[in-house]
């Protein structure tokens, strides 16, 4: 058995606690306390979606070789927390006032901030996960991950909305989306 199906092994032992949600002990990535669309801080509400989107990945990665489908539905879910992300610094810039040249920064600030902020928190996660040198630690880490995976299943709802919110403010032609 190679490294990854082992990783993989463990892997599926603790998603499965999660679908349990009694990941006890772990310490997640992201802070739970509340569902992101709360936080009031659209900084701090951008880095919760952005972890998100990590963690996803993240675990795609883990599931690629065994189950591709999985894997294929959580690079889905990291696809709609980078929207968030996105979506979460749009919302909080737009206004009924707001120019063209003005939305156009703030889109332009967003998208990045949509690709940028998940490849931060995807760094953080592989740093934290060469930190683990054995394959005891490694399930520590892999309970985190799993802690923090329980938590962005719970704000799922949130993200669609985000996501939802997007569509329709372009599909209203209220805003002229900036052309790539």
């Known amino acids: 058995m190679n490294k ?3 990783l993989a092994i463990v892997a599926l032992s603790v998603l499965s606690i999660v679908k349990a949600n009694t990941v006890e002990g772990a310490t997640p990535y992201v802070d739970g306390s509340k569902p992101f ?3 009031e801080d659209v900084n701090r509400q951008a880095e919760a979606w952005g972890m998100c989107a990590a963690t996803y990945d993240f675990a795609a990665k883990i ?3 065994e189950q591709p489908a999985r894997s294929q539905q959580l690079s889905d879910l990291a696809n709609g927390a980078e929207v968030a992300v996105t979506m979460a610094i749009v919302s909080d810039g ?3 006032e ?3 040249d003005r939305f156009n920064a703030l889109w332009s600030m967003a998208k990045l901030s949509g690709t940028e902020i998940p490849k931060t928190s995807m760094t953080m996660l592989t740093a934290e996960a060469e930190s683990y040198a054995d394959k005891n630690t490694k399930l ?3 309970e ?3 802690a923090t995976l329980e938590i962005c299943f719970k704000n799922l709802e949130g993200q669609q909305v985000l996501i939802d919110t997007w569509r329709e403010l372009a599909k209203s032609g209220l805003l002229q989306v900036p052309r790539e």
């Open 4 to 6: 990854l199906t082992i």
């Open 98 to 100: 707001i120019s063209q």
């Open 37 to 39: 669309l709360a936080i």
């Open 144 to 146: 985190n991950l799993s």
């Open 94 to 96: 737009l206004d009924p």
């Open 63 to 65: 599931f690629s070789e």
């Open 140 to 142: 520590v880490f892999l």
